[in-house]
Structures are given as structure tokens and as C-alpha cells.
């Protein structure tokens, strides 16, 4: 067994139940409202886009079409909390008009699409890249497909088992290893195991499964 697979195993055996609760909530999320809230993610801490996704909401009055005719202002002093509110606002009303206009508001097709097919479609959507069209995919669309984040960059680097933060060689390297219909599942446990363990700074080493295996443990306990 690899040494990822053996700590998404470990992760699931301590965690599985929490990250069971939050794959329900998320899966019950409607389509566009997982869209606009993974892209109000994007270069923010998770406090900070959630308290920016509710005042979204609470300007909208939870109806996303209202986002056609919002007031640019309003919208960028809603979603201040999550920064770049310039930049974000524009890059938000701009997908909503394609997904309403092109889609008639119903993202169905990410589901009924094969998972190529549906990724290179995401892709072309304002604002979204490669963690967000991935996110839709696994949660929204549930393809088997692994997203990557800072955390998960974080991990594969410290495992050995990548030398780069390029997205696209840090998934297809993962996703080899990954369990089928696990990556959903290995997405949130492994963000969860590099917020509370795998530290960007002081990781706690001292508690991680794999600490024994892990090349960074390894140095740090040499050094």
C-alpha cells in the first residue's frame, strides 16, 4: 500500500464520520450556489469566504439571477471579507450572465457530460480554473476526479511523492493512488489533515500516522 493511501486510510478510520456530515451538506448545495462560493474561495481562508458567500446571499435574498442586475458597488462591499472585491464582483455577475444565458441557469450538464468533456466546459466559464471546474466535477457532477488544493500541494510535496505546485502533475500523480469513488472523501480529509497536522508552518509531525515514512518528518527529526 503507498504512503498516501495509507494515511487517507488512517484519516478515514478518525475522521470519516465528520467528513461524512460535511459531503451531505455540500452535495445538497445547489449547483450554482457550490460554483459561486468555491470561487469566492479562491486565495481566502475558509472564515473569510464564508462570511463573504452570506452576505452575497443575504443581497441576493438567496435568488442568483438578481446578480444580472446588482449594483457593482453593493455586490464588492458584500464580499469585501473575502478581498479582491474588485476583481471578484465583475468576475461573479460576469459567470452568472453566461451560466443564464448560455445555460438557461441549469448546470445539469455537468452531470450528464462525460468527465472530460464537462471539465474542458467548466474550464471556458468565467473565473473558473482547474480546483474550482474539479470541485464541481467531484461534488456537484460526482466524477472521480481528485481536487487540489494549497493544503494538498502542501502534503504531496512533504511526502515525496511530487516536486512541484504545477495543479496538473500534482492531481494525475495523486489520483493514481487514490481508491475509485474515494476522491471525494480524500479531498476533504487530506485539506482537514493539512489544517490540523500538516501545518504550513510548525507541522505537527509528533501526530501524523505516517511520520515514520513521511521524507519531511524525516529531515525534521535529523536535523
Not at 458597488?73 to 443564464?100: F, W
Not at 457532477?141 to 488544493?149: A, H
Request: with cysteine; hydrophobic share 35%.
Amino acid at each position: 500500500m503507498g504512503l498516501l493511501n495509507k494515511l487517507v486510510r488512517y484519516l478515514e478510520s478518525k475522521w470519516g464520520s465528520e467528513i461524512e456530515k460535511t459531503l451531505k451538506r455540500i452535495k445538497k448545495e445547489d449547483p450554482i450556489e457550490l460554483l459561486i462560493r468555491t470561487v469566492l474561495s479562491q486565495n481566502t481562508s475558509d472564515r473569510n469566504a464564508d462570511k463573504a458567500f452570506e452576505n452575497l446571499k443575504k443581497l441576493i435574498k438567496g435568488d442568483f439571477k438578481e446578480l444580472l442586475n446588482i449594483d457593482l458597488n453593493a455586490l464588492k462591499e458584500a464580499i469585501k471579507p473575502a478581498g479582491m472585491q474588485n476583481q471578484r464582483a465583475k468576475r461573479i455577475v460576469e459567470l452568472i450572465r453566461v451560466i443564464y444565458e448560455k445555460y438557461s441557469g441549469d448546470l445539469s450538464w455537468i452531470r450528464r457530460l462525460p468527465m472530460r468533456e464537462a471539465r474542458s466546459e467548466l474550464l471556458k466559464l468565467p473565473g473558473v480554473g482547474y480546483k474550482t471546474a474539479d470541485i464541481m466535477l467531484v461534488f456537484y457532477g460526482e466524477k472521480d476526479v481528485l481536487p487540489i488544493d494549497t493544503h494538498i500541494t502542501r502534503i504531496a510535496n512533504r511526502i515525496g511523492y511530487v516536486k512541484t505546485k504545477r495543479y496538473e502533475r500534482i492531481r494525475k500523480r495523486l489520483e493514481q493512488e487514490i481508491e475509485q469513488g474515494k476522491k471525494a472523501k480524500a479531498h476533504l480529509l487530506l485539506i482537514m489533515f493539512g489544517r490540523r497536522i500538516c501545518k504550513a508552518k510548525r507541522p505537527l509531525c509528533d501526530k501524523c500516522p505516517i511520520n515514520k515514512e513521511c521524507p519531511y518528518a524525516l529531515k525534521r527529526v535529523g536535523t
